[in-house]
């Protein structure tokens, strides 16, 4: 027994030391937000989308989103946050971003759902996200191989979302050219007039409290979609249709890319 005492605990010790040096999966799921217009909580899906809420709560961990901004607002569309620190002076800065992230595009852009922004690569999510003020599915589900829905607001907190996004927006440049703010003296932003998440704290560590609470986020199933055929160009008069029916289609077609770049999720850096 002496020596099997002797040969177990360096084993042990060893394997404690392994799990000490291994990537741990993160097991909080729900996140209060704090902001100077009240403050919401999100219940992340971490077992759904594990590598975008895990990515998300490094930086909260780190107290990355601590006095950032919200940036960007869209009203009827998004208002966008996580990218830019308010340190008492104009401009904000951009704060650090980790490495970019695999795009986890399982769960449809509905109202109250939080998602990543991203560039123009389908992989390219690091800091910045953003919360739907509608059901924005038919163009994000799809666009750019779909942006990833990692959570939703819980409780009344879309009251606040919605008073961040009823504000007057102004331009103050790129990356702050949809800028809302609370007031406007005609100056440079400051902390009465910016929308400022003082910070973004665990608030429950629960593993999978999204299916405890019987959240039910609704599956993306527009990710594979393909566009319809056009219809078959017939003789006669239905051909005339037919050819108006097609040219509609195609100019429909080109007109596409020019709505989905107005409405564009960038990091803005």
């Known amino acids: 027994m002496k020596t099997n005492t002797r040969i177990l605990m360096p084993l042990l010790s060893m394997l404690a030391l392994v799990a000490c040096l291994l990537p741990h999966k993160s097991e909080?799921?729900?996140v209060e937000i704090q902001t100077v217009l009240g403050n919401f909580e999100v219940n992340l899906y971490d077992n759904a989308t594990p590598t975008t809420v895990a990515n998300f709560l490094d930086y909260v961990n780190n107290g990355a989103y601590t006095n950032t901004i919200i940036h960007r607002s869209v009203p009827g569309f998004?208002?966008?946050?996580g990218g830019f620190h308010?340190?008492?002076?104009?401009?904000?800065?951009?704060?650090?971003?980790?490495?970019?992230?695999?795009?986890?595009?399982?769960?449809?852009?509905l109202r109250g759902t939080i998602a990543m922004a991203k560039t123009s690569q389908p992989d390219s999510a690091t800091n910045q996200w953003f919360f739907n003020l509608a059901d924005n599915s038919a163009n994000l589900d799809i666009q750019n191989e779909g942006f990833t829905?990692?959570?939703?607001v819980v409780g009344n907190g879309m009251v606040v979302v919605d008073a961040i996004a009823a504000l007057q927006?102004?331009?103050?440049?790129?990356?702050?050219?949809?800028l809302p703010l609370i007031s406007n003296n005609g100056?440079?932003?400051?902390?009465?007039?910016?929308?400022?998440?003082?910070?973004?704290?665990?608030?429950?560590?629960?593993?999978?409290?999204?299916?405890?609470?019987?959240?039910n986020p609704?599956?993306?199933?527009?990710?594979?979609?393909?566009?319809?055929?056009?219809?078959?160009?017939?003789?006669?008069?239905?051909?005339?249709?037919g050819l108006l029916t097609l040219f509609?289609?195609?100019l429909m077609k080109a007109l596409g890319p020019v709505t989905l770049e107005k409405i564009r999720l960038i990091k803005g850096n």
């Open 28 to 30: 909080a799921t729900i």
């Open 78 to 81: 998004i208002v966008q946050g």
């Open 86 to 109: 308010f340190d008492l002076a104009w401009p904000a800065t951009a704060i650090p971003a980790n490495a970019a992230i695999t795009n986890e595009p399982a769960f449809s852009n």
């Open 149 to 152: 829905v990692f959570g939703e």
């Open 169 to 178: 927006r102004f331009n103050f440049g790129s990356p702050f050219g949809e």
């Open 187 to 215: 100056g440079d932003p400051d902390v009465t007039s910016l929308v400022i998440v003082t910070a973004v704290i665990v608030t429950d560590s629960t593993v999978d409290s999204a299916g405890a609470a019987g959240l």
């Open 218 to 241: 609704t599956p993306n199933t527009l990710i594979n979609q393909t566009p319809a055929t056009p219809p078959a160009i017939g003789g006669g008069g239905g051909g005339a249709m």
């Open 248 to 250: 509609l289609l195609l």
